[in-house]
């Protein structure tokens, strides 16, 4: 039987191996949530993408997900994206491997015209006509591996303070990650509100509401930099 949310955040609060901040996050929802649980089963409740998570899971995959969402969107405070880096440092690195084994399959076709290398590696290895095709498959599979150059999973904002109010580099960031989520795995639509209430429970003290979420999410022109700025400054009683 599928868990209430309550129980899921209860069950999630009961590792011991959360991190302090985990914790913390994970008891202002508890304080906090109850007040929306109609936003948790409409999540719930909507069409779960194929192959991303069940419905029986939603809860625990919803609360896992946001955790690591606001993790990254602190380091994102420093107006540099860990996660990229990382994931271009990957990207290189297998490249890199790429073209080194393209490398050695092209020295077994060149050393293919020498009779008596050919002989030595046909005696204590393979034969070089096996070596040269097994790197050149390699150096395909490094590439596929690599993939296309990475982008960035998340806004990086250039100005992090604004009327006053700082933070708000990994509001937008987190933002991004939620909506991003929620279009990636549980509907094909956004969902400002619960959006909203989510940074409110990772980020207390900005007091967002959905408006401010659709216009933090508008295209990144001029303007719209302006007016999400003025949106997010501006706290709400």
Known sequence: MPWTFQQALAAT????????????????????GHRHDAIWSRLSAARVIPGKFT????????????????QIAESAQSGIDFNLR???????RH???????EELAEYYKWVAKYSGIVEFFNRFFKPVSELEEFHRKEAEILRKRAGRPPRSSLRISRQDRSKGRTGLRKINAFIDL???????CIRAYPDHEAIAVLTNIAFPGYHLIADDVRKALRPTTREGRKKASRALSAEKS
């Open 178 to 184: 939620a909506d991003n989520f929620i279009r990636d």
């Open 95 to 101: 490249l890199d491997l790429a073209k080194k084994t």
């Open 13 to 32: 609060l009961a590792d011991p191996k959360l991190t302090q901040a985990d914790r913390a996050h994970l008891e202002r929802w508890v304080s906090e």
């Open 55 to 70: 419905r029986e899971s939603a809860y625990e995959e919803i609360i896992t997900e946001v955790l690591f969402m606001r």
């Open 86 to 92: 990382e994931r271009q440092q990957y990207h290189e």
